[in-house]
Protein backbone atom coordinates (compact mmCIF):
# COMPACT_ATOMS: atom_id res chain seq x y z
CA UNK A 1 0.00 0.00 0.00
CA UNK A 2 1.88 3.34 -1.46
CA UNK A 3 1.20 6.12 0.03
CA UNK A 4 -0.81 8.56 -1.77
CA UNK A 5 0.50 10.73 -4.58
CA UNK A 6 0.30 13.97 -1.81
CA UNK A 7 2.83 12.28 0.08
CA UNK A 8 0.25 11.38 2.98
CA UNK A 9 -0.36 7.52 4.51
CA UNK A 10 -2.52 5.25 2.78
CA UNK A 11 -4.83 3.67 5.45
CA UNK A 12 -5.35 0.01 5.96
CA UNK A 13 -8.05 -2.07 8.26
CA UNK A 14 -7.64 -5.68 9.28
CA UNK A 15 -10.65 -7.50 10.15
CA UNK A 16 -11.18 -10.82 11.88
CA UNK A 17 -13.40 -11.95 14.10
CA UNK A 18 -11.63 -11.94 17.55
CA UNK A 19 -8.95 -9.42 16.60
CA UNK A 20 -6.52 -11.93 18.45
CA UNK A 21 -4.38 -13.88 16.23
CA UNK A 22 -4.95 -13.66 12.25
CA UNK A 23 -6.00 -9.92 12.15
CA UNK A 24 -2.89 -9.02 14.76
CA UNK A 25 -0.44 -10.83 13.09
CA UNK A 26 -1.12 -9.22 9.77
CA UNK A 27 -1.20 -5.95 11.11
CA UNK A 28 2.89 -6.79 12.36
CA UNK A 29 3.36 -7.67 9.38
CA UNK A 30 2.57 -4.96 7.49
CA UNK A 31 3.75 -2.53 9.54
CA UNK A 32 7.05 -4.24 9.55
CA UNK A 33 7.07 -4.64 5.86
CA UNK A 34 5.55 -1.46 4.65
CA UNK A 35 7.00 0.61 7.62
CA UNK A 36 6.26 4.53 6.66
CA UNK A 37 4.41 3.73 3.53
CA UNK A 38 0.85 3.28 5.35
CA UNK A 39 -0.69 3.75 8.50
CA UNK A 40 -2.65 0.04 9.55
CA UNK A 41 -4.96 -1.31 12.34
CA UNK A 42 -6.66 -4.34 12.72
CA UNK A 43 -10.27 -4.77 14.57
CA UNK A 44 -12.85 -7.67 15.26
CA UNK A 45 -16.20 -8.25 15.30
CA UNK A 46 -15.59 -9.08 19.23
CA UNK A 47 -12.45 -8.24 20.85
CA UNK A 48 -10.85 -10.91 22.97
CA UNK A 49 -6.70 -10.22 23.76
CA UNK A 50 -4.36 -11.03 21.62
CA UNK A 51 -3.16 -14.72 21.18
CA UNK A 52 0.07 -15.72 23.05
CA UNK A 53 1.14 -17.87 20.64
CA UNK A 54 0.68 -15.16 17.72
CA UNK A 55 2.68 -12.93 19.96
CA UNK A 56 5.53 -15.93 20.13
CA UNK A 57 5.77 -16.88 16.45
CA UNK A 58 6.00 -13.52 15.18
CA UNK A 59 8.63 -12.52 17.83
CA UNK A 60 10.34 -15.63 16.28
CA UNK A 61 10.73 -13.93 13.00
CA UNK A 62 11.89 -10.36 14.81
CA UNK A 63 8.29 -9.09 14.98
CA UNK A 64 7.10 -7.59 18.15
CA UNK A 65 3.45 -7.46 18.67
CA UNK A 66 3.02 -7.45 22.30
CA UNK A 67 1.95 -3.93 21.93
CA UNK A 68 -0.60 -4.47 20.02
CA UNK A 69 -4.05 -4.85 21.31
CA UNK A 70 -7.98 -6.39 20.57
CA UNK A 71 -10.27 -3.94 19.39
CA UNK A 72 -13.74 -4.15 17.70
CA UNK A 73 -14.70 -2.49 14.86
CA UNK A 74 -16.78 -0.75 16.10
CA UNK A 75 -14.31 2.40 16.59
CA UNK A 76 -13.29 2.31 13.04
CA UNK A 77 -16.95 2.31 11.19
CA UNK A 78 -16.89 6.02 10.81
CA UNK A 79 -13.06 6.21 9.66
CA UNK A 80 -12.04 6.81 5.84
CA UNK A 81 -10.31 3.63 4.76
CA UNK A 82 -7.85 2.89 1.40
CA UNK A 83 -8.22 -0.37 2.20
CA UNK A 84 -9.91 -3.07 4.08
CA UNK A 85 -9.02 -6.54 4.04
CA UNK A 86 -10.67 -9.63 5.96
CA UNK A 87 -8.25 -12.31 6.82
CA UNK A 88 -11.29 -15.19 8.14
CA UNK A 89 -14.39 -16.22 6.67
CA UNK A 90 -16.93 -15.19 9.16
CA UNK A 91 -15.75 -11.39 8.90
CA UNK A 92 -15.74 -11.32 5.54
CA UNK A 93 -19.15 -12.42 5.69
CA UNK A 94 -20.84 -10.26 8.39
CA UNK A 95 -18.08 -7.62 7.17
CA UNK A 96 -20.00 -3.95 7.44
CA UNK A 97 -19.78 -1.24 4.30
CA UNK A 98 -17.31 1.46 4.25
CA UNK A 99 -18.44 3.70 2.38
CA UNK A 100 -15.59 5.09 -0.13
CA UNK A 101 -13.69 2.48 0.46
CA UNK A 102 -10.51 1.83 -2.69
CA UNK A 103 -10.04 -1.82 -1.87
CA UNK A 104 -11.93 -4.46 -0.04
CA UNK A 105 -9.84 -8.07 -0.05
CA UNK A 106 -10.67 -11.14 1.21
CA UNK A 107 -7.51 -13.66 2.58
CA UNK A 108 -9.44 -16.82 3.89
CA UNK A 109 -6.64 -17.69 6.20
CA UNK A 110 -7.76 -20.53 8.82
CA UNK A 111 -8.26 -20.37 12.62
CA UNK A 112 -4.80 -21.40 14.20
CA UNK A 113 -6.64 -21.27 17.12
CA UNK A 114 -9.00 -24.02 16.06
CA UNK A 115 -5.61 -26.38 16.68
CA UNK A 116 -6.92 -28.91 19.18
CA UNK A 117 -3.70 -31.24 19.33
CA UNK A 118 -0.19 -31.06 20.93
CA UNK A 119 1.62 -27.98 21.78
CA UNK A 120 4.05 -29.05 19.24
CA UNK A 121 1.85 -29.70 16.32
CA UNK A 122 -0.30 -26.34 17.53
CA UNK A 123 3.14 -24.12 17.46
CA UNK A 124 3.61 -25.23 13.59
CA UNK A 125 0.19 -24.55 12.49
CA UNK A 126 0.43 -20.62 14.33
CA UNK A 127 4.05 -20.77 11.59
CA UNK A 128 1.94 -21.31 8.59
CA UNK A 129 -0.86 -19.16 9.26
CA UNK A 130 2.14 -16.61 10.13
CA UNK A 131 4.01 -17.32 6.86
CA UNK A 132 1.30 -17.25 4.82
CA UNK A 133 0.10 -14.06 5.96
CA UNK A 134 3.22 -12.64 5.71
CA UNK A 135 3.21 -14.18 1.52
CA UNK A 136 -0.43 -12.48 1.24
CA UNK A 137 1.25 -9.28 2.74
CA UNK A 138 3.98 -9.45 0.22
CA UNK A 139 1.93 -9.93 -2.51
CA UNK A 140 -0.05 -6.85 -1.53
CA UNK A 141 2.92 -4.51 -1.34
CA UNK A 142 4.00 -5.48 -4.94
CA UNK A 143 0.83 -5.16 -6.97
CA UNK A 144 1.26 -1.62 -5.17
CA UNK A 145 4.12 -0.79 -6.11
Known amino acids: MEGKDDGSQKAGLILCTHNSARSQMAEGWL ?10 HSAGTVATGVNPLAIRVMAEVGIDISGQHSKTLDRYLSESWDCVITVCDQANETCPHFPGVGKRLHWSIPDPTRTQTTKEKEMEV ?12 EELLIKEE
Not at 127 to 137: G, N, Q, T
Open 31 to 40: RHLAADKCEV
Open 126 to 137: YRKVRDDIRAHV
